[in-house]
């Protein structure tokens, strides 16, 4: 199983970026994918995700309203849109999916495969 994220970058206050994970070695369809990030000194929280049916997704209140996730099961593929970033959404961003068919996990230690995380620097 691989999942390659990417989209990451430096960009000022205010502005967008759009993450990318693309999957492989897995039946993508069947897993919820999560966004999590990791700033230096901090635990690795969840960010965003998205039900394996895609009729469910979540946000952590720090960034809802701001990001979007969204999956394209043809391409294997989740989304993150981030707009009016801040310098505190700064950090390492990993894309991850949890278990076939499962209903909805927010802890890391639930979700069985990692991308190797991009790196998301916003300054002020």
């Known amino acids: 199983v691989q999942l390659q994220a990417s989209g990451g970058g430096l960009v000022q206050a205010g502005g967008s970026l759009r993450l990318s994970c693309a999957a492989s070695g897995l039946a993508f369809s069947r897993y919820g994918m999560g966004w999590f990030r990791q700033a230096p000194g901090k635990e690795r929280e969840l960010v965003a995700r998205?039900?394996?049916?895609?009729?469910?997704?979540y946000y952590a209140d720090s960034v809802r309203g701001r990001f979007t996730i969204a999956r394209d099961n043809a391409k294997n593929t989740v989304y993150l849109q981030m707009n009016s970033l801040k310098p505190e959404d700064t950090a390492v961003y990993y894309c991850?999916?949890?278990?076939?068919?499962?209903?909805?996990?927010?802890?890391?230690?639930?979700?069985?495969?990692w991308g190797q995380g991009t790196l998301v620097t916003v300054s002020s």
């Open positions: 998205i039900r394996w049916s895609g009729d469910s997704t």
């Open positions: 991850a999916a949890d278990r076939p068919y499962g209903g909805h996990y927010y802890k890391p230690d639930e979700y069985d495969y």
